[in-house]
């Protein structure tokens, strides 16, 4: 019964976003509701149910995410990202260009949201391949492979965040493990991808593009903007910093926490907790992208306030998500998940991944599917006793398969390089479903020696 209830509930909530066009946060809390009552829960404890969903979700995020928004605009207001992606692709060449753009995506996508990183690249992905004389699609494909795996891999993104706190995993481990599979997986559905994509949909590649879709465009001189490395080091500033406390605690306690901490455990796990390493980054990123380069305080607030606009509604979303979560744990449908598949031999990474994908497919939004996912599968990865990290990496994979008409990746990458329907789901679904596969596959190789 509950397991019925849960998937009239996704039609439900996939009617409300597809059918009548409801804003995702609304959706997602009156499909919140509907399911608790479905559930049989007592009507006064539904509220408190998603409130303390809500609250769960968004504790730490919020701080996240909203240093993590600041860092990112202000690297890329400074012509910060415009530097790392030119310099990049003027040391590979002409001939390993591919290479230099999936690098300079990597990068810029660590300190960007996905749907930034694309309006900030694709006018220069436009200007490289008309330089270069190669199609754009050829570019465009490799950029958005290494954009989304960052999306969906590697904290402090939305996704891979939100699961890692829902499953309590460690966001050094996530990140450490997420690059291990981040590689592969965006060489495959980048590079190597692009050539079998020009043989499939040959038209696709003489697309010329659309520029005038991304509307205005900030206009940098090279000379004024930061230098590569200072650009570079901003960006990966909470990488590093959350890299060190990793190793650290590999190196010096075999990667588990110490009973009793002495001073430089503490400060260690101090710089290295998400939330801390984010806000001294743009700390960092305050001085490198602004004071350092005599701009002013007030432009520099200014730039701050737009990134926490910008970002506003995704909070709301994945708060939205954390409530349906909660709905669902305590109406008894992860217990339901837990015995339904308690006599089967199936992986649990595995299963992860599988209910990541059917509600990425149904609902569209990577991040809904993946944080409905981690409600779901904690029960039995807990009494499965699964490495959590590995966990979450695993979801986030099934979470960026076959986005397809319900997703606006869909149609930002159909607008942006002026495909049809067809060169769509050929390219960018395509592309999208080869990292969820490599990604789990990574996953599962990861897990035979963690």
């Known amino acids: 019964m509950e397991l019925l209830v849960l998937v009239l509930g996704i039609a439900l909530l996939l009617l409300l976003i597809i059918k009548f066009k409801m804003n995702t946060y609304v959706a997602l809390i009156i499909t919140a509701v509907a399911v608790a009552l479905g559930l049989g829960m007592p009507p006064a404890k539904i509220a408190t149910s998603i409130q303390n969903g809500i609250g769960g979700q968004l504790g730490e995020l919020a701080l996240v995410f909203g240093f993590g928004a600041m860092l990112g605009r202000l690297v890329a207001d400074a012509g910060g990202a415009y530097r790392i992606a030119h310099t990049l692709i003027n040391a590979f060449g002409k001939k390993r260009i591919q290479i230099a753009v999936v690098l ?16 900030l690249l694709i006018p220069i992905i436009f200007a490289i391949a008309a330089e270069a004389g190669v199609p754009i699609l050829a570019l465009g494909i490799p950029m958005a492979a290494a954009l989304s795996v960052t999306h ?19 966001a050094g481990m996530v990140l450490a493990y997420g690059i291990i599979v ?9 590079p190597l991808f692009s050539r079998f994509a020009k043989k499939i949909v040959p038209d696709a590649f003489e697309r010329r593009g659309n520029l005038s879709a991304l509307g205005p465009q900030k206009e940098f001189n090279l000379a004024d903007t930061p230098s590569f ?4 080091l901003t960006s990966l500033f909470p990488v590093i910093l959350m890299a060190v406390a990793t190793i650290y605690q590999m190196v010096v306690h075999g990667g588990v926490a110490p009973k009793n901490p002495g001073t430089l455990d503490n400060i260690i796990a101090f710089i290295g907790s998400p939330s801390i390493a984010m806000l001294i980054s743009l700390l960092f990123a305050m001085w490198a992208m602004g ?38 744990i305590d109406g008894g449908v992860g217990d339901s998940v837990k015995n339904l598949f308690m006599g089967t031999n199936i992986s649990p990474l595995i299963l992860g991944w599988l209910i990541a994908v059917v509600l990425r497919i149904a609902l569209g939004s990577a991040t809904v599917a993946a944080m409905t996912a981690s409600g779901l599968v904690l029960p039995l990865m807990q009494s499965a006793g699964v490495n959590p990290a590995l966990m979450v990496l695993a979801i986030g994979a099934g979470s960026l398969s076959a986005s397809h008409v319900n997703d606006a990746g869909f149609w930002m990458f159909r607008e942006y390089f002026d495909l049809t329907i067809k060169q769509t789901l050929l390219t960018w679904t395509l592309l999208e479903t080869i990292i969820s596969v490599v990604g789990l596959g990574g996953v599962l190789l990861l897990s035979l020696v963690v």
């Open 104 to 119: 300079a995506s990597f990068i810029i996508g660590i300190a960007l949201f996905f749907e930034v990183g694309i309006v």
């Open 152 to 170: 969906g891999f590697l904290p402090p993104h939305p996704a891979p965040t939100a699961i890692a706190t829902a499953l309590n995993a460690p």
């Open 182 to 190: 981040a590689i592969p997986a965006v060489y495959i559905a980048g």
């Open 229 to 232: 490395g200072l650009s570079t």
């Open 291 to 328: 004071w350092h380069r005599k701009i002013a305080s007030k432009q520099i607030m200014n730039t701050l306030e737009e990134a926490v606009k910008s970002i506003a509604m995704l909070l709301l979303v994945i708060g939205g998500g954390g409530a349906f979560k909660q709905v669902l």
